[in-house]
Nanobody
């Protein structure tokens, strides 16, 4: 059973920085790792939106324009982990942040930006940005 566990959330003032971590386990079939992982966020009353994706094998990353240049997703294959470094945070980015992973496929051209492309999710972690 695949499991994702997030850590590193909390409260920060506007303009501040936070780093989220996500560790996964339970991939028991080839390729034994996800192909793609992503970070999503959901504020109360709003839809869940993607903020970053990473090709877990190749390392290619994608971001929406709203966070490009401020957020950085990275992965550590040996530690089975993915990270999200967030800088210059604004209060509107307060939300539950979720780590997501796909089922793991042998050949992936690009990682999906939509949440429907991910089968496994962490429990979510709160990020609060105060003004």
């Amino acid at each position: 059973q695949v499991k994702l566990v997030e850590s590193g959330g909390g409260s920060v003032q506007a303009g501040g920085t936070l780093r989220l971590s996500c560790v996964f386990s339970g991939y028991r079939r080839d390729p034994y790792n996800p192909s793609c992982m992503g970070w999503f966020r959901q504020a109360p009353g709003q839809e869940r939106e993607g903020v970053a994706t990473v090709d877990f094998r190749g390392g290619a990353t994608e971001y929406p324009d709203s966070v490009k240049g401020r957020f950085t997703i990275s992965r550590d294959v040996a530690k089975r982990a993915v990270y999200l470094q967030m800088t210059s945070l604004v209060p509107e980015e307060s939300a539950m942040y979720y780590c997501a992973a796909d089922r793991g496929f042998p050949n992936v051209r690009s990682c999906p930006s939509a949440q429907s492309g991910y089968a496994y999710w962490g429990q979510g972690i709160q990020v609060t940005v105060s003004s």
